[in-house]
C-alpha cells in the first residue's frame, strides 16, 4: 500500500473544500454540500498515489479513468483538477458562466470529463463499458472508478450494470458510493444504512469495503486493496456538507450556495488554507506500442454482392438478416466495430457478427438501460459499438440515449422489428415511437432501409459517419429494390418512379414503401402518375429533393409504419417549411393488434389499397 501523507491529504482537502464554496458562492448557484461530502474519498483517489493519469494527456488510452456518475458533486470535480494545477481560482469562479466549460454537470466541454452525466444512474454503466474495453478488447492495466451518490442506487440502471460487471468479473472496476444519507428533499431510503448497501452488492456478485468516508486511512486502504476477481464496491458512510457547521448532515442544502456572509463564516471554520499547495497525480505506465486505429472498409465485397448487378435473381430478405451479415462484413476490416445485444441476437440478427467475431460481441441480456450506457463508455474509449434490440425496447433507454449526445458518443443503434408490419407478436413488440424517438435528439442521424442491400450500404456508412445515428430494420422478409452497385450516403432518397406528368409525389421509406411500388403499378394502369421517393434517411433528410418533387408534383403523400408523430410526414412537413404544397399523412393511427402482416397495414390504412385510395381523393 503506498504510504500515506495524512497531513499532506488535508491541507489538499481544505483547499479542495475552500474552491467548492468560493466557486459555488460565486455562481450563485451549484451543489456545494453533495460536494462536500466526498471531499476525502477524492482527494485521497487523486492525490495519494492511486490514480494513475497523464494530466497532459487526457486522451492517453492508459489512463485510469474517472466518472463521477453523481454529476451535480462537478464543484467537487473542478476544484479536485484547480487542486491538480490544472484549473487557476479565476476560472474556478467561472463556474456555470455562459462562456465556462465549468457546467452545472460534467460534459465533455470540459477535457477531463469522461462522459456527461448529472442524469443519475448511468455513471456506472459507463464505467463498466470503460472496464470492459480494458479487460477484453485493448487489454490494457487501467481501472475505472466511478463515484456514485446514494440517491442514485434508487435508479434500476445502477443495478443492471452492477450485474453485468459481475457477470464479466470486471475487476478493474471500482465503485465508490458516498452515502451521506441525504437527497434532494431528505433523507434516501437506506439513510446511513452502509450494511443494506453492502449487503445486496454482495448479493450482485461484488466485493464490498464498508468505511468511514472522511478518514483517510480507511479510504487508502479499500483504495489500494482491490486485488480480486470481481468488481470492487467502496461504500462510505460520509456527512453531506462535511467541514462547514452550517450545512454539516442538515435537511434543506441540496441545490443551495452559501451567501456571502456565511461563506466567510465557513471559511473561517475551515482554518488556514495554503492557496499554494498542489497535488500530484501519478502518470500511468508507457505503452508499448501504440493501439490499432479504425479502418472502414467498404461494402463492395458484402456477402450480397455475389450476385450479378441485378436484383432480379435474389429471393426476398428482410432488412434485420442484412444488417447481421453487413455487421460482420464490417468487423472483418474494421478492428474497433464491436457489437451488443439485449438478449434477442438471433432476432436481430446481430449472432452474424458473434459467429464471425465472438471476442468483440457482448451479450447485455435483457437491460436495454444499461446496454446503451455500456457502449456510451465503450465509445469514449475509441470503440465504435452498434447495439441492437427490439425498437420497441430502445424507449427505455431513451433517457441513455439523451445523454450520449451531450457525450458526443459515437453509437450506432439498430432497432428491429419496427412498426405493425411484424404482426403477430402484437401492439407491445412493436416499434412505433421510435423514429419520433431518436429525430428528437441533438445531431442524431434516422436511416430506414427498404431492402437488403440498402441495409447493407447503410450499415457501412454509419461506421464512417462519427456521431449517434440509428438504424430502423424490418421482420418481414421484402423484395430486392437495388443492384448491388447502388449508392448510399446519408442525407440521402432515391427517386424511384419519375416522369414530367406526375399529379402527385408518394414518400415512403421501409415496409411501406414496398406498398407504394405497389399501388403506383396500379395507379400506371389507370394512367394516374405519381412520383415514388424512397426517403431511406429521415434525418438528415433530402430537403432538395423533396422541395424539387413538391414543386413540380404540387401534392405529397407519405406513407410510415409509425406513428403519426414525430416521423415521416413531420420530415417531410419540416424540410417545406412554408412551402403551401399540400402533405398527406398515412400512418399508424389506431392502436394496434395482433394480426397478419396484411392485415394490420390494411387496418391502419398503409398498404397499397389504401395508397390508391388517398391518391384517387386528391386527383379526383
Avoid at 456508412?461 to 450516403?489: C, N, P, V, W
Avoid at 408534383?553 to 417531410?572: F, L
Amino acid at each position: 500500500m503506498p504510504k500515506i501523507d495524512t497531513a499532506h491529504l488535508e491541507n489538499i482537502a481544505r483547499l479542495v473544500r475552500y474552491f467548492i464554496l468560493l466557486s459555488t458562492t460565486t455562481a450563485g448557484s451549484g451543489h456545494p454540500s453533495s460536494s462536500l461530502s466526498a471531499v476525502e474519498l477524492m482527494t485521497t483517489l487523486y492525490f495519494n498515489n492511486i490514480l494513475k493519469f497523464d494530466l497532459e494527456d487526457p486522451k492517453n488510452p492508459n489512463n485510469d479513468r474517472v466518472i463521477f456518475s453523481k454529476g451535480h458533486a462537478s464543484p467537487l470535480f473542478y476544484a479536485l483538477y484547480a487542486a491538480a494545477g490544472k484549473l487557476s481560482l479565476e476560472e474556478l469562479k467561472q463556474l456555470r458562466k455562459f462562456d465556462s466549460p465549468l457546467e452545472g454537470h460534467p460534459t465533455k466541454r470540459f477535457p477531463y470529463t469522461e462522459v456527461a452525466t448529472g442524469s443519475l444512474g448511468q455513471g456506472l454503466s459507463a464505467g463498466v463499458g470503460m472496464a470492459i474495453n480494458a479487460k477484453y478488447l485493448n487489454k490494457l492495466d487501467y481501472k475505472t472508478y466511478v463515484l456514485l451518490g446514494d440517491s442514485e442506487m434508487a435508479e434500476g440502471s445502477n443495478w443492471e450494470a452492477m450485474q453485468v460487471a459481475a457477470h464479466y468479473k470486471l475487476n478493474n472496476l471500482v465503485a465508490i458510493l458516498d452515502v451521506n444519507k441525504f437527497g434532494q428533499r431528505g433523507e434516501t431510503m437506506q439513510g446511513h444504512n452502509i450494511k443494506d448497501y453492502a449487503y445486496k452488492a454482495r448479493a450482485f456478485g461484488w466485493r464490498t469495503a464498508i468505511i468511514d468516508g472522511h478518514d483517510f486511512e480507511q479510504i487508502q486502504k479499500s483504495l489500494t486493496q482491490t486485488k480480486t476477481n470481481k468488481p470492487v464496491m467502496i461504500i462510505a458512510k460520509t456527512l453531506k456538507g462535511k467541514g462547514v457547521n452550517l450545512l454539516e448532515n442538515k435537511k434543506g442544502w441540496h441545490g443551495k450556495v452559501l451567501d456571502q456572509k456565511q461563506l466567510k463564516i465557513a471559511l473561517e471554520e475551515l482554518g488556514k488554507i495554503d492557496l499554494e499547495v498542489r497535488g500530484g497525480i501519478t502518470s500511468p505506465a508507457s505503452l508499448a506500442s501504440p493501439l490499432v486505429s479504425s479502418q472502414v472498409s467498404d461494402s463492395s465485397s458484402s456477402p450480397l454482392n455475389g450476385e450479378e448487378k441485378t436484383s432480379k435473381k435474389l429471393s426476398p430478405q428482410s432488412t434485420r438478416d442484412a444488417y447481421g451479415q453487413a455487421l460482420a462484413k464490417l468487423g472483418e476490416t474494421n478492428p474497433e466495430v464491436i457489437a451488443l445485444d439485449a438478449e434477442v441476437s438471433n432476432s436481430t440478427f446481430s449472432s452474424i457478427f458473434k459467429d464471425a467475431h465472438p471476442d468483440r460481441f457482448f451479450e447485455m441480456f435483457i437491460a436495454e438501460q444499461n446496454m446503451m450506457g455500456v457502449a456510451i463508455g465503450l465509445a469514449e474509449r475509441g470503440k465504435t459499438p452498434y447495439i441492437s434490440t427490439f425498437a420497441a425496447f430502445l424507449t427505455r433507454s431513451f433517457d441513455q440515449v439523451r445523454m450520449a449526445a451531450y457525450s458526443q458518443s459515437n453509437l450506432k443503434i439498430v432497432g428491429s422489428h419496427a412498426g405493425v408490419s411484424i404482426g403477430e407478436d402484437g401492439p407491445t413488440q412493436m416499434g412505433l415511437e421510435d423514429i419520433a424517438m431518436i429525430r428528437s435528439i441533438h445531431n442524431s442521424v434516422v436511416l430506414y432501409p427498404s431492402d437488403a442491400r440498402a441495409c447493407e450500404k447503410l450499415v457501412f456508412a454509419m461506421a464512417e459517419h462519427r456521431g449517434l445515428a440509428y438504424l430502423r430494420t424490418t421482420r418481414a422478409k421484402t423484395k430486392m429494390i437495388y443492384k448491388s452497385d447502388e449508392k448510399f450516403q446519408i442525407g440521402g432518397s432515391k427517386t424511384l418512379k419519375q416522369s414530367s406528368s406526375d399529379q402527385l409525389t408518394i414518400i415512403a421509406a421501409g415496409i411501406t414503401l414496398h406498398e407504394a411500388l405497389k399501388a403506383y403499378k396500379k395507379l400506371e394502369k389507370e394512367d394516374i402518375k405519381v412520383r415514388i421517393i424512397d426517403l431511406y434517411s429521415i434525418k438528415p433528410v433530402d430537403g432538395e429533393t423533396i422541395r424539387k418533387a413538391a414543386s413540380e408534383t404540387g401534392k405529397i403523400i407519405t406513407v410510415e409504419d409509425h406513428y403519426s408523430e414525430g416521423g415521416i410526414a413531420e420530415a417531410v412537413l419540416h424540410t417545406l417549411g412554408g412551402n403551401p404544397v399540400p402533405v398527406h399523412s398515412l400512418a399508424v393511427r389506431k392502436m394496434p393488434r395482433s394480426g397478419k402482416k396484411e392485415e394490420l397495414l390494411a387496418y391502419m390504412e398503409i398498404d397499397s389499397a389504401a395508397i390508391i385510395k388517398k391518391v384517387k381523393e386528391i386527383l379526383c
